[in-house]
């Protein structure tokens, strides 16, 4: 069974501060994502990767950057957090055409 | 841009009720397609493929119309445990990382 871990469940920083989100995966996929999730706006994506130290914008990159510099592992940093990343974040991993997997999600609160 | 619609729903049915959800993607060459469940305040979770044949997983029926560019999922027998949004995700073939989710269909089964 597929894996996709998340560095924390529940988080809460403060503004300004440079936040780190870290999602290990055990199943040697290629692709990795991070999305974000507001009510009423379903999954809006961020970066993701297709393979080490490659990364591509996805549709609401701005305040956020990330890193994959091993297979497994596909960071997220927000650079100088904002009240408006209050959010749940979700890390996930896939190869080919098939589904994506999902870790269980951070929640972030930026106060 | 709006390629994967769904009705937001909330579809709401009593316990025993049969429910379908329909949901139209706009690229033609889209070439696999899922549906998700996510529990409130969860991660998503694969549901079932869908196949072009169609497929059947117990009491969930997932249907592919390429011709009119939409994929259903028929839920018979509802549970008050089916009660979560289902996403509807399509892939759009070689060469895209990306995988497009629809915002999602609520739906409530009640007693």
């Known amino acids: 069974d597929v894996k996709v871990t998340q560095s924390s469940r529940y988080l809460v920083k403060r503004t300004g501060e440079k936040v780190f989100l870290e999602c290990v995966q055990d199943?040697?996929?290629?692709?990795m994502f991070w999305y974000r999730q507001d009510p009423g706006l379903g999954l809006r994506l961020i970066y993701f990767?297709?393979?080490?130290?490659?990364?591509e914008k996805g549709d609401i990159p701005e305040g956020y950057s990330v890193s994959r510099e091993k297979k497994e592992r596909f960071s997220l940093i927000l650079e100088s957090a904002s009240t408006n990343q209050t959010s749940m974040y979700l890390c996930a991993s896939t190869t080919g055409g098939q589904p994506q997997h999902f870790g269980d999600g951070t929640r972030l609160s930026i106060l | 841009r709006k390629e994967v619609e769904q009705d937001p729903g909330p579809f709401n049915v009593p316990e025993g009720a049969t429910v379908a959800f329909n949901c139209t993607y706009s690229?033609?060459?889209?070439?696999?397609f899922f549906w998700y469940r996510q529990d409130c305040r969860k991660e998503p979770k694969l549901l079932m493929s869908v196949y072009s044949s169609g497929n059947e997983d117990g009491r969930f029926t997932a249907q592919l119309n390429r011709a009119s560019q939409y994929i259903s999922l028929l839920i018979r027998d509802s549970k008050l445990s089916d009660s979560a949004t289902y996403l509807c995700?399509?892939?759009?073939?070689?060469?895209?990382?990306?995988?497009?989710f629809g915002r999602g269909t609520s739906l409530i089964v009640h007693p």
């Open positions: 990767s297709y393979d080490v130290k490659m990364k």
């Open positions: 995700v399509v892939n759009h073939g070689p060469g895209s990382y990306i995988p497009t």
């Open positions: 690229n033609s060459a889209s070439q696999s």
């Open positions: 199943m040697d996929h290629e692709n």
